[in-house]
Structures are given as C-alpha cells and as structure tokens.
C-alpha cells in the first residue's frame, strides 16, 4: 500500500513537479455576450491554470497604459480587475498577469511610444502602478506586431522593444513581478518583429501564438492551428508550411531557450464558405468566411464551445487529417477548422516531447464551460490530464501516504482522469530506463516508467484516449492506421 501511495502521489504531481505551465487567456469582451455564451472572470475555474491573464488594457498617447473598459474593469464598475485576483484565494499557486495590445489595438500606439524614452518611461511606470495597486502578479506584452502593421517607426521598432522590456525588466524584478510576451508565430513574421535572443534574456516565458496559421483571408480551405504539415501539402518545403512544429523549431533554433517557449493552443476554429461544395477536401477553393458563432458572432470565426453544440445537433461530417493531427468538418458549403479533445491531446503531447515550458491557451470563455457537449471545461481539462502524465526528470521527494494530490481538476463531477495506476507495478521487464513503453497485451494502453519511493524503475498503466493506440516508434498515442499495433 506505501508503494502504491507513493506512485499515485507521483503520478499525480508530474505537473507541478515539473513546473510546465498552463497559461489562460480570459477575453473580457465574453461578459457582454448572451445567454450560455456570457462568461465573467468568476466563472474561471483557478484549479485548471497555473497562470491566468487578463486580456486587454491599451495605451493613451502619452504612452500610460490605461483601461479599455473602465465599466467591466474598475471598482466602479463590475470590480473585475479585483475579482480576477481574488481568484488566488480559491487556488494560492495561480498566478495572475495583466496583458497589454492585442489586435484591435493595432500597432501605431507602441511603435510611437518605443521610441521614445519619455513615452516608454511613462508607460513603465503607469504599467507596475496597475499591476501593484490592483494586485497581478505581472505583465504581458501583446504588441501586433513590432515593424508591422500600422507600425509608425518600422524596423527601428525591433530594438525599440527590446528596450522596452529591458526597462519593465529592471522596475519590475524589485517587486519580483512576472514579464511576458506574446509573439508571432512563422519564421516569415517573427523574423520582422523580434530580436528573439534578446528579449529572451528579459521575459518569464514567451507564448507563441501557433493559430490563425491559415484562416478565411486565404483562397483555398486550410486548418486554422496545425500541428503538422497537413493534407495536400505534400509538395510544399516544410519550412514553407505554417504549423505549430515548424514554429517551434524556428523559435528554438534562434536562441530561446525552450523552458521558456510555450505553444499556443486554439479554444477556437476558423469557418469558410466553400466555392464547391463538391470539393471539401483540405486545400480545396474557398469562397470567403463562413458561418458565425451564436455568442462569438463574427463570420469566419466560431468557439469550441458553439461548434461542439452544432456538431450535436446537426449532421456534420466530420473528418480528421492524419498529417497534420486536427479534425474538420463539413456540412454543405460550410467547411470548419478546430480542435477538438483528441487534438488537443496530441499537441500537448507533442509540446511535452520537445521539452518546452507548457501550452498557452487562447481563450477560456470558449471553452465548453457549461457542459453542454458533456464535462465542463473540456478542453482545458484534457490539457490538464496530459500535462499529468508527463515524466519527472529527477527522482522525486515522495510525500507520505497521506498527502493529498495536488494535480489541477475541474469542480466537475464528471471528471475522469486519463491514466490509472497499475496493481501489478511488480512486473518485471517492462521498465529498462524512464519514459513510457508499450503494453505487449494490450496497445490500447502503455506503460510509464517512473521513480518507484526504493528509487527504483516501476511500470505505471496508462490509458490511450479514444479511438487512440500507442505508438512504440514515436512514443505517443496515435491512430490505428499509423501504428504497428497488432493486439
């Protein structure tokens, strides 16, 4: 029982253990929508992310950084800057941080204000003066883009930030507060924007928006986030193809240090109107944006938690695309772009196997938070289950059979978790060095190796998710078709 209480325990704390971080984006706007789309800072459940942060304050044009909604924001409104750091007296480990820009506010304004150092010092210090008084435990940086866009300064603006997060760097360690940034994604945008060694050196953790890779702008049908090179881009350079793995590699490759990277995860899809409904397969001629959201309402965008109703609902087809790892569907001339519980698993499998800081996810309100489709938070929970499953990179400090798991949960009673510990953790062969292997009886499971509490190797059972079978030659849960599984 001690050694069954001592890999439970482990199994439960990989997350922690290992610091991977689970960054939320809350979009406030979500507190004006209608009916089961409205959704306020109260409604985050602070159990599912290790970081939360609130998306957006803007800049005046004395550069101070400044409420975009005093209504939703201020005491004298509906208090959410305080309600959303209240939430660390549900969970005291989240951390909170206040984001600046986004796209609405275009890039004119920062480009402006980093240019000059009055205007940069004015932000400075307006931008600690919000973070102390209201409580956030940081700031994060959502300039788009340096040197682009509107920008007013071009490329001077790639210094220009760096220097501005080299000040917020110096203000900010004095009161130990957190500094981030969210970045372009592709080599052929990121390249305009970032000296990527530099402000490296100044952030926490940087998230890298791997999604909008291809959206209704473009003139054929294309997955909003792939993880891969997707169908019918065969032919294409892989350096060519915008996805979250060639992101990844080109982010690495220029000097930021993985601990700190963080890909970024859509709680959303893009939807198009196809030309021919006769021709839906991926890369086939778009006529434009499709359907909108009942909550989101915006043509060519739609939230997971809109989507997974109508997928209920009507008679959707759905299918998936092998390469590049995500579903879609078609219904007419309607084709859509998302991610569902299955892909989501797999890109934070795929994060866990580069060795990167965690996901970052965009954005909690379009999370199936009500349950409508089944479990609440369903996204994010599969998130969080994955994360759990991760391998300790040092012999863990085992805790007494006593403690309790500390292991992110919804409040949901109808949580399951995705791995069970084996009763026959004795077995003998199955464990020759840490990480996970295949069960020989059985490859809808597989085995994990971890730190037994005699410091040895010992096997823990896990479960693949649905419709899923492990995958001993790239050591992840994959489908039946690319894998060699013969039970």
């Not at 803007?58 to 101070?64: L, P, Y």
């Not at 109107?273 to 909550?295: N, R, T, Y």
């Amino acid at each position: 029982m001690l050694l069954y209480a001592a890999v439970l325990v482990t199994v439960l704390s990989f997350a922690a253990a290992s610091e991977k971080k689970v960054v939320c984006y809350h979009g406030t706007w979500a507190t004006y929508r209608s009916g089961l789309g409205q959704f306020d800072v109260t409604d985050i459940d602070p159990h599912l992310c290790t970081h939360v942060i609130y998306s957006f304050v803007g800049i005046n044009d004395q550069g101070e950084v400044i409420s975009l909604d005093p209504y939703v924001d201020l005491p004298s409104g509906k208090n959410a800057f305080r309600n959303f750091n209240a939430l660390k007296k549900i969970n005291p480990k989240l951390k909170t941080l206040l984001a600046v820009g986004g796209w609405n506010e275009g890039s004119s304004k920062y480009s402006t204000m980093a240019a000059d150092a009055s205007l940069r010092a004015n932000f400075v210090k307006s931008a600690l003066n919000m973070v102390l008084t209201y409580g956030f435990d940081g700031f994060d940086l959502d300039w788009e883009y340096p040197a682009r866009r509107d920008t007013t300064h071009g490329d001077a603006d790639v210094d220009n930030f760096t220097t501005l997060i080299k000040e917020l760097r110096v203000q900010f360690d004095k009161y130990g507060l957190l500094l981030s940034a969210a970045v372009s994604p592709t080599s052929a945008t990121a390249s305009l924007s970032y000296d990527i060694p530099s402000i490296s050196k100044y952030l926490d953790f940087i998230n890298v928006m791997t999604y909008d890779m291809y959206g209704p702008w473009e003139a054929v049908v294309l997955h909003n986030s792939p993880l891969h090179r997707g169908e019918g881009q065969e032919n294409e350079a892989r350096e060519d193809v915008n996805s979250a793995d060639v992101s990844l590699d080109y982010w690495l490759s220029q000097g930021c240090p993985p601990e700190k990277l963080l890909m970024g995860v859509p709680f959303y899809g893009h939807t198009f109107k196809l030309a021919d409904a006769s021709q839906s397969s991926v890369g086939a001629p778009s006529a434009g944006a499709g359907i909108a959201g009942p909550f989101t309402q915006e043509a060519g965008i739609i939230g997971y938690n809109e989507f997974c109703d109508m997928l209920q609902t009507q008679s959707w087809d759905v299918r998936y695309d092998p390469k590049a790892k995500v579903p879609y569907a078609v219904l007419g001339n309607d084709w859509v772009s998302y991610d569902d519980v299955d892909s989501m698993a797999k890109k934070v499998e795929y994060a866990i196997s580069r060795g990167i800081g965690g996901v970052m996810l965009w954005s909690i309100e379009t999370d199936d938070f009500h349950g409508i489709c089944g479990e609440k938070f369903p996204l994010l929970n599969t998130i969080n289950r994955v994360m759990a499953n991760q391998i300790p990179t040092t012999k863990p400090t085992v805790a007494p059979s006593t403690a309790k798991p500390t292991v992110a949960s919804s409040t949901s009673t109808t949580n399951k978790p995705s791995s069970t510990v084996s009763t026959t953790a004795s077995i003998s062969g199955i464990c020759s060095k840490l990480g996970p292997t295949r069960n020989p009886a059985d490859c809808s499971t597989y085995y994990m190796c971890v730190y037994d509490r005699s410091g040895g190797i010992s096997p823990i059972l896990m479960h693949c998710p649905k419709y899923t079978y492990w995958d001993q030659k790239h050591l992840y849960c994959n489908y039946l078709h690319e894998t060699d599984c013969k039970v």
